[in-house]
C-alpha cells in the first residue's frame, strides 16, 4: 500500500460489491510501501477467483477520508491454478 495512509484504521478487503470483512492491520511500512499481511481461506480463493476486482479500502491520513484503491482479478484465477500446481510439483 501507497504511503501516506491512516496506519491505525487498517485495510478493508472486498471482493466486487461483496461486504467488506473486519480490516486487517499493516504489519510494517518499507521504503516501496506499507504492507499488510494476507491469509486467503479456501472460501476467500473461491470468491477471488469468481470475482472481477478486488477493492481496498484505506483512509489517507491527513484527511481521514475513505480511498478505495481497485485490483482487476482478470487472470487471477488462471495464476492461482499455476501456482498451485508448481507447488504441487516441488519435490
Known sequence: ??????????VSFRVDD???GKPSR???CIPAGC???LT?????AKTLR?????NLGAFASDTEKEIVFSISLKG?????????E???KKP
Not at 469468481?50 to 478486488?54: E, M, P, R, S, V
Not at 487471477?76 to 498451485?84: C, D, K, M, P
Open 1 to 10: 500500500m501507497p504511503f501516506g495512509l491512516y496506519l491505525d484504521k487498517g
Open 18 to 20: 461483496n461486504a467488506a
Open 26 to 28: 499493516f504489519r510494517t
Open 35 to 37: 504492507l499488510v499481511p
Open 40 to 44: 486467503f481461506t479456501d472460501a476467500t
Open 50 to 54: 469468481k470475482g472481477k476486482a478486488l
Open 76 to 84: 487471477f484465477e488462471t495464476a492461482l491454478n499455476r501456482t498451485i
Open 86 to 88: 508448481l507447488v504441487q
